[in-house]
């Protein structure tokens, strides 16, 4: 299991990835590739994707991932988002076989008022047809959403909805954000809850098709279905939780990558934690970390 960050890609065009993810003590690495609040692209150096693309190797870093920008919805009932949307995962896809990494993360996406099963249909069929163009190498990971309204899937069920209408595809498959999970239901407090998840991963969609786990505490309550993440093992989830998930012989081979907000100290905080419970080693939070964790709650009912 290798545990990574979420870190700036290039700084001015000048390929930075491997140097803050080292810094951060990261053993893998996900990366924008172009700016995630907005549809523009900007022109590929291909001579700085090269040098990260070496960077990365002699590092030692990986598996990598590029994390596609947070406006695309498949799932649209707006003809120019969908568009726009196929435009910049055929873009990330493509850049993202250049740069040999790992796979694409891409959100599941919201049906915005639009009926569930023609979004669905609809998001399928603009899946199946990225996927078709695509190059070979990198994976196409469907991220599921913290279960907002018209969230196309949050929920394991659904996840298996949309994998099924879009086909078997070998390059095809999801990613899972403990945040959201959380903010969906899932309890993942604790050993039950985790060994509840992993059996339902493996029953409605496969543990092979499991790219990765984005490792994110919550600010908020279970059920909240609110997206706010927060340091590992200081927030609603808890330490306990993250020493089940990373300790689980099944996800032995799933790389876990940190979206948590801070500083660099805090991103290297984060990332010693998971290895030291991935490790079996004993981990107490600092009197800094324990005045900034949240005050744990009870679900609300």
């Not at 994707?49 to 070496?54: G, P, S, T, V």
């Not at 595809?169 to 039950?192: K, R």
């Not at 876990?256 to 939070?285: H, M, Q, W, Y």
């Amino acid at each position: 299991m290798r545990i990574g960050m979420h870190v700036r890609g290039f700084d001015a065009g000048r390929p930075v990835a491997a140097a803050k993810a080292l810094e951060r003590g990261a053993e893998a690495v996900q990366i924008f590739t172009s700016n995630p609040r907005q549809w523009r692209v900007p022109p590929v150096d291909h001579a700085a994707d090269a040098e990260l693309k070496a960077q990365l190797a002699e590092a030692g870093l990986g598996p990598a991932f590029i994390h596609a920008p947070y406006l695309i919805n498949l799932a649209s009932p707006t003809e120019a988002t969908r568009d726009a949307s196929c435009r910049t995962v055929e873009w990330t896809m493509k850049r993202a076989g250049a740069l040999g990494v790992e796979g694409v993360v891409v959100h599941a996406g919201h049906c915005v008022g639009r009926d569930r099963c023609d979004a669905l249909d609809c998001s399928a069929e603009l899946i199946s047809n990225l996927l078709g163009s695509a190059p070979a190498g990198p994976r196409l990971l469907l991220e599921l959403t913290s279960g907002a309204k018209g969230a196309v899937a949050s929920l394991l069920p659904q996840a298996a909805e949309l994998l099924d209408k879009c086909g078997p595809h070998p390059n095809l498959g999801i990613c899972l954000d403990t945040c959201h999970l959380h903010a969906a239901g899932y309890d993942l407090s604790g050993p039950e809850g985790v060994e509840r998840l992993l059996a339902e991963v493996e029953e409605q969609v496969g543990l092979e098709r499991l790219g990765l786990i984005h490792s994110n505490d919550s600010r908020d309550p279970r059920d909240s279905r609110r997206d706010r993440h927060w340091h590992v093992g200081q927030g609603q989830i808890g330490l306990e939780g993250f020493r089940a998930l990373v300790a689980h012989p099944a996800l032995a081979n799933t790389p876990f990558v940190c979206e948590t907000p801070g500083k660099v100290e805090d991103d290297r905080a984060n990332v010693a934690v998971l290895k030291a419970l991935r490790d079996g080693l004993p981990v107490s939070l600092t009197a800094g970390q324990e005045a900034a964790s949240v005050e744990r709650v009870a679900r609300p009912h």
